[in-house]
């Protein structure tokens, strides 16, 4: 294959490779790099050959005007499936099945194959601190017009030395380098006769690619992107030149506008897929602050050290167990005093810090949620507090439940069940609002003392703490399949604003493929634990993973409808000391009698 591309196309076809060869195999000549590396990447297998679709050997001795032809059409069609499949996803939540082809420098973990096997192996801390966002490097090839793509800073310096065809553009949008939940693996092909390269989030693109192209190699997983829009995500603008047959990929509205308007030979095939904006964050819920001193054992309310025969018995999954996922962390927001405001390092939020004494940000200063812009109502605080720009930011608001929970430390009994001094200066031992609905003419806040919720109405007077930081937007569940005996396909969600993926039915209901049969088991504390320690690498979920599921917009259940048909409006059980427990009626938050029957709903931390 490589005795077929010039001297640059076959350094280029190398330099793919990445690390599988580097630059010991970069020969003077193309002669010497075929004697002395031979092979190449390994290409995926090929479906049979359809109706119309020309075998290899007859593709091989078409005319090249016959061959740029079919190409032109086969990618033309490749736009219309990546078109549809992104359509596809957006109204039926439903990821197709990956590709689990191999992962270029620069990818790390895996799609499909060994993703049990890491679950099982390895703590969520461990495989989340993999997860990166990093930039796709960008380069414009002076010989072909065509621009390269690369994640992997090995391959971008090893172009910048030996290709001086390449011109280095600096870093051109961010994507993932690992496995993230609701992430997408982009696939790269090399096009062996001219070395270009093409990428595709659309695994029908790539299916079909493969089948019909023989000329394009893939090579693997180039990195990981969105194929939704959300919070944190930015379209990725796709061009193809047919007279070529490249594709140009931007992030920048500006840049796509410009090449619409003067460049007629670039059609314009829309969006590609999504890739990671500046204010995402790597999805995760901040730990409850449980100790690993606060663990249960067998037939006992007292808690007892986590990593010890008693505390392992019963359950080595529980919340204390766990306190290397997502610990709680603040920093200081740059050029700013910690006595202003702190950022949350788990979620990206920035939180205000309360002061003493008669100013405008006293700890004592209580206020109605009227929306009246009075001096003492919510909306006329947080106008005040964006007028002032404080810390920088003028986007100051109200928190939801899960942003103000966040903040909660659940192993302080008898205290300010949240902001300890050390964390967050001058907190009341009291109620704080939020800005989630209790019903049309109250809200809902959190009481820090026990970190439960409590209503107040609009025009009662309470404390406030406000956040910033855009709150999520987008299309949250992706529906996927995940084990677990009994049920049938698309029987788990994935929540993109998390990073948890979720089974659709409580425990001893069965999936069926569209609805939750059989009406759930109820639970003591104690019997759900057991229940959770059985089904690995399922567990049951802390107090505020639990909660996250919460959407308190609407009326009658407060879990989404497409994600959890046909859920029990009751209590379920979480693995928080000391009997935490979410009412899916309302989302109410609150501890139960931990010898009561309640629900149970497992989920599972993915890489």
Excluded at 37 to 61: I, K, M, V, Y
Excluded at 76 to 92: D, F, M, R, V, Y
Excluded at 503 to 515: F, L, N, P, T, Y
Aim: aromatic share 10%; glycine share 10%.
């Amino acid at each position: 294959m490589l005795s077929a591309l010039t001297p640059l196309e076959a350094i280029m076809y190398l330099l793919s490779l990445g690390p599988r060869m580097g630059l010991s195999c970069l020969c003077a000549t193309v002669l010497s790099v075929l004697v002395a590396c031979g092979g190449g990447a390994g290409n995926e297998s090929r479906s049979s050959a359809t109706e119309g679709q020309l075998d290899p050997e007859t593709q091989h001795n078409a005319s090249p005007a016959a061959s740029a032809e079919r190409t032109q059409r086969i990618f033309q069609e490749g736009a219309k499936l990546n078109a549809a499949e992104l359509e596809q996803i957006a109204q039926t939540g439903v990821l197709p099945e990956p590709f689990d082809g191999p992962l270029l420098s620069g990818a790390v973990g895996s799609t499909a194959a060994t993703l049990n096997a890491d679950l099982a192996t390895k703590s969520a801390g461990e495989r989340k601190s993999a997860a990166s966002r990093v930039p796709a490097y960008r380069f414009f090839n002076g010989s072909t017009g065509a621009h390269f793509y690369t994640t992997s800073t090995t391959e971008r310096d090893n172009t910048i030395n030996n290709l001086p065809a390449f011109s280095y553009e600096g870093p051109a949008f961010y994507v993932s380098s690992t496995t993230v939940p609701g992430l997408s693996p982009v696939h790269r092909f090399l096009n062996t006769q001219s070395g270009v390269h093409f990428y595709t989030i659309s695994e029908a693109e790539r299916a079909n690619v493969a089948a019909n192209l023989p000329q394009f190699t893939y090579e693997g997983i180039a990195y990981y992107a969105s194929t939704l829009a959300g919070t944190g995500y930015t379209p990725l603008y796709r061009f193809f030149v047919s007279a070529q047959g490249f594709h140009f990929y931007t992030n920048s509205l500006a840049e796509r506008d410009t090449i619409i308007s003067t460049l007629p030979q670039y059609s314009y095939e829309g969006i590609g897929y999504y890739v990671l904006g500046s204010d995402w964050q790597t999805p995760a819920v901040p730990h409850t602050g449980i100790k690993n001193t606060q663990c249960y054992t067998v037939g006992s309310n007292t808690l007892v050290k986590c990593f010890t025969a008693e505390g392992l018995t019963l359950n080595n999954r529980q919340d204390g167990h766990r306190t290397q996922d997502n610990p709680m962390s603040y920093s200081a927001v740059a050029g700013h005093a910690t006595s202003d405001c702190l950022r949350d390092d788990v979620t990206g939020l920035v939180w205000e810090v309360k002061q003493t004494g008669p100013v405008i940000r006293s700890v004592d200063q209580t206020f109605t949620n009227l929306g009246n812009g009075m001096d003492n109502d919510a909306s006329g605080y947080v106008a005040a507090m964006n007028n002032l720009g404080l810390c920088g930011f003028n986007d100051w608001r109200l928190p939801s439940v899960e942003e103000l929970q966040g903040i909660v430390d659940y192993s302080v009994s008898g205290g300010a069940a949240s902001t300890i001094s050390s964390i967050f200066s001058h907190t009341k031992i009291a109620t704080y609002r939020t800005s989630s609905p209790a019903g049309p003419t109250a809200d809902w806040g959190i009481y820090f003392v026990s970190g439960a919720l409590q209503a107040f109405s609009k025009n009662s007077l309470t404390y406030l703490r406000l956040v910033r930081g855009a709150p999520w937007t987008g299309q949250r569940y992706i529906i996927t399949s995940v084990d677990y005996t009994g049920d049938s396909a698309n029987n788990a969600v994935i929540d993109r604003r998390t990073g948890l993926t979720w089974r659709r039915c409580v425990e001893g209901q069965i999936w069926s493929g569209s609805a939750c049969s059989g009406s759930g088991f109820h639970y003591t504390h104690e019997n759900a634990l057991i229940a959770a320690r059985m089904a690995l690498p399922w567990r049951l979920p802390n107090i505020k993973e639990l909660n996250s599921l919460s959407d308190y917009s609407q009326s009658d259940g407060v879990l989404d409808r497409l994600g959890f048909p046909y859920a029990p409006l009751a209590f379920v059980w979480s693995t928080t000391p000391v009997g935490w427990a979410v009412n899916t009626t309302n989302g109410y938050v609150d501890t139960q009698p931990r010898n009561a029957g309640q629900h149970a709903r497992l989920v599972r931390s993915t890489p």
